[in-house]
């Protein structure tokens, strides 16, 4: 080998090193040091590559005494902790660039010292409400009495076998259909459930576990690297496995179940997490105790991976014979305002644009409009002070004015609020301001009447560009020649200038950048992180076209321009306008709150400006950033 | 909804205003502010929906042309533009014959899709 050539390798080293240390920063806001240290970070050496905890301390004894070996679940990184600065500078030098097999794969390890591992898991964790585990369920025998129902393919009573893309499946009692993700009442299987199955009803009704016996099973066989997506069941288990569930608002709890284990789930487990199985060959689990069942979590000091095998689960469920009432709506195929059992799309024509806001904007301001409203108190000093600069007379037009906040901050003018949510306008009315409920593509305002307008927070509920357009020209149809429109429009950048919106600082849950990428698509495939911090810090650079619409994760910078801005509703009742009043802790179930997905289109820099210089009679007299809002003032020329 | 707010609509809603149900509720008078709004409004659309609702309160059908130093005429369309809200009833479009409900004082404008 030419020393050439030895001096560029060494040289891309050090430039993928300096690269995984931006990684880590950026998403897990960790900072390395260029001076020695105990502590050091290993880009691709996390449970997230692959990489077994046996495995690396095996690599990392072999350069000192190690302390301490931390492993996040799911992240590609790990931090171990040495002795002396000794053993982990021999380890710095020699790890670098070293390669390694994981799972079949190969990584390679990319080493940096830090101060001190500070990496913080989100609070402890517990199990979803309503979920239990009883371990040692079914015995030996019987497993595989059960394990044959499976195995065999001539029982009349069953639907066929089928394979689907990620699993085997057959059904009893009722076929589950998963075109429509439901059953058909009017077509039960002949035979109801096998025998055999009886003693596991039995003995689940005799426990309690179960109210009404169960009149559909479904066994699932997966093999290794195998899964199924998260899923919540529609508003209607065995071998060690690890199955996460997930919150609507990002929460997310890894359940070790082992083997002939029953899981039972009840209430906000069933119905308001998602369940899934993450589709890989082997699972993070704890060191010590395996085989009991557990959450994964937060001991980073006791996580490695477990190899999976073939494993066959058996789902027992009571098919449902009139519309689910639950008290999560949001997740719930009969009630159905922003509801995410089917995810949206990223609208490709007009009627699918007008549904989805129907369905991801209008529905859901109708639906947290009280709670809304209580959020919504103080204006924001920018858009009073335009309103004002304006003189004495002037009509003008909110448009989406949500529950007025601007109608009365200058008494001087005439104000008119319009907006979409019949909830939020009759707010506008107790307040006694002049308010309508109506569309703002089609404001049924007089033309060129207005001295001036504004639109807050609104045009980036359309979800076409057509349409934002068509928002723009009709607020200035309204506008008398001479008259100006402020717009406000949320930002794709939270951070400008170098400096952080409040929206980005308010975050309390300082959610990780990786957690994100996992939690953002609902696409199975996606689930799975990229676990090479190479690739990942180059795909967030560019802007993958998405079919189906990411969830965002509040307080957090935006992944995409296109996405579901969860709501967290506070309060029982739906609407609830007594949300403000107080209330008695006994009177607040905590299963009474529920998560609605409004639709938004954030803003990159200079788009507002170009969409308005679309439009012939405008002119842009300013535009600036304001907390994480693109905004310009427009007039209509003469 | 005052018949200020009930003025500055498109003339496909603002019809005929059958109304059940009207206030009248006492406004500090301004005159410059009045005088500043008559010549946005459409003067016989007043004068209608005014009278529709028993409320005319002596306005002319014409506009006179010195209103601006009449106090006494200034307070009577005060009174027509910003006292009198129609709480429940209905706009008309009067080409469609459309009907648009007006329920505690808030009108609702939206039309089905295959309106627009």
């Known amino acids: 080998m030419s020393s050439n050539k030895l001096d560029k390798e060494s040289k891309k080293r050090a430039r993928k090193q300096m690269r995984a240390a931006h990684t880590v920063l950026r998403h897990a806001g960790i900072s390395t040091v260029s001076h020695a240290t105990q502590s050091l970070v290993i880009a691709n050496g996390g449970l997230g590559n692959g990489v077994s905890r046996e495995r690396l301390l095996d690599m990392l004894k072999g350069f000192g005494s190690v302390l301490s070996l931390l492993m996040p679940p799911n992240k590609p990184y790990a931090f171990v902790r040495y002795d002396s600065f000794e053993d982990a500078k021999m380890a710095f030098l020699t790890l670098n660039g070293c390669k390694l097999q994981a799972e079949g794969q190969p990584v390679t390890l990319y080493v940096n010292f830090v101060d001190k591992v500070d990496f913080k898991e989100h609070s402890t964790q517990s199990l979803p409400p309503g979920l239990l585990v009883v371990e040692d369920f079914v015995s030996l025998e019987y497993e595989q009495e059960l394990l044959q129902l499976m195995a065999l393919n001539t029982a009349t009573q069953a639907a066929p076998k089928k394979s689907l893309k990620h699993r085997k499946v057959k059904h009893y009692g009722y076929e589950f259909c998963y075109d429509n993700n439901n059953v058909d009442l009017n077509a039960p299987l002949p035979g109801g459930l096998p025998i055999i199955c009886d003693d596991v009803i039995d003995e689940c009704m005799k426990n309690g576990y179960l109210k009404s016996k169960p009149d559909q099973l479904t066994i699932n066989q997966y093999e290794p690297g195998q899964g199924i997506p998260p899923h919540i069941d529609t508003h209607s288990a065995f071998e060690d496995i690890v199955m996460d569930f997930k919150h609507p608002d990002g929460q997310n709890v890894s359940v070790l179940l082992p083997q002939r284990s029953l899981l039972v789930m009840k209430g906000e487990s069933r119905y308001l997490w998602s369940h899934g199985i993450t589709p890989r060959k082997s699972d993070v689990v704890p060191v010590i105790n395996a085989d009991a069942a557990q959450i994964v979590s937060s001991d980073l000091g006791n996580l490695t991976l477990n190899k999976r095998e073939t494993r066959t689960s058996f789902t027992f469920r009571k098919v449902r014979q009139t519309p689910c009432n639950c008290v999560y709506p949001s997740v719930c195929d009969s009630q159905s305002a922003g509801k995410l059992n089917v995810p949206p799309s990223v609208p490709q024509s007009e009627v699918d644009a007008s549904r989805l806001e129907q369905d991801f904007v209008h529905k859901v301001y109708e639906e947290i409009a009280g709670h809304f409203s209580s959020t919504r108190h103080s204006p924001w000093p920018k858009v009073v002070e335009f309103l004002k600069s304006l003189s004495s007379g002037a009509l003008v037009v909110d448009i989406g004015c949500g529950n007025g906040k601007y109608l009365g901050v ?193 803003f990159s820099k200079g788009e507002l400006e170009e969409l308005c210089t679309k439009i012939e009679c405008v002119q842009i007299l300013s535009s600036y950033y304001d907390q994480g809002n693109w905004c310009v003032i427009i007039g209509k020329l003469l | 909804m005052k018949l200020l707010t009930h003025n500055m609509l498109t003339s496909h809603v603002k019809g005929v205003t059958k109304a059940t149900e009207v206030k009248v509720t006492d406004v500090d008078f301004n005159s410059e502010f009045v005088s500043r709004m008559i010549p946005k ?61 007006i329920t505690k004082g808030v009108p609702n404008m939206l039309l089905n899709e295959d309106e627009v």
């Open chain 1, 410 to 602: 200058n008494k001087d003018l005439y104000m008119i609020g319009c907006d979409r949510s019949r909830n939020l306008v009759e707010i506008c009315r107790e307040r006694q301001f002049q308010a309508f409920v109506s569309d703002a593509l089609s404001i049924p305002i007089r033309d060129g009447i207005c001295d001036a307008c504004i639109s807050i927070a609104v045009i980036h509920h359309f979800s076409t560009k057509e349409r934002r357009l068509a928002a723009i020209k009709e607020l200035m149809r309204i506008l008398k020649p001479g008259g100006k429109a402020l717009i406000y429009v949320w930002a794709l950048e939270q951070e400008y200038n170098n400096k952080k919106s409040k929206y980005l600082k308010e975050n309390k849950a300082q959610l990780s950048q990786i957690d994100m990428k996992e939690a953002k698509h609902y696409e199975l495939t996606s689930i799975t992180c990229t676990h090479n911090m190479e690739d990942t810090s180059e795909d967030t650079a560019e802007e993958p076209f998405q079919a189906e619409l990411t969830v965002h994760t509040n307080r957090t910078s935006f992944l995409s321009k296109d996405l579901l801005v969860p709501w967290h509703l506070k309060g029982i009742s739906k609407n609830s306008r007594e949300t403000d009043k107080p209330r008695v802790e006994s009177d607040i179930e905590p299963q009474s709150s529920a998560v609605f997905h409004r639709y938004y289109h954030v």
């Open chain 2, 41 to 101: 409004i459409e003067w016989s659309v007043l004068v209608e929906a005014a009278d529709t609702l028993g409320h005319l309160n002596d306005l002319p059908r014409d506009l006179p042309p010195d209103y601006e130093s009449s106090e006494d005429f200034l307070r009577k369309v005060h009174h027509v533009l910003l006292e009198v809200e129609v709480l429940e009833g209905n706009l008309k479009c009067p080409e469609s014959g459309r009907e648009f409900p």
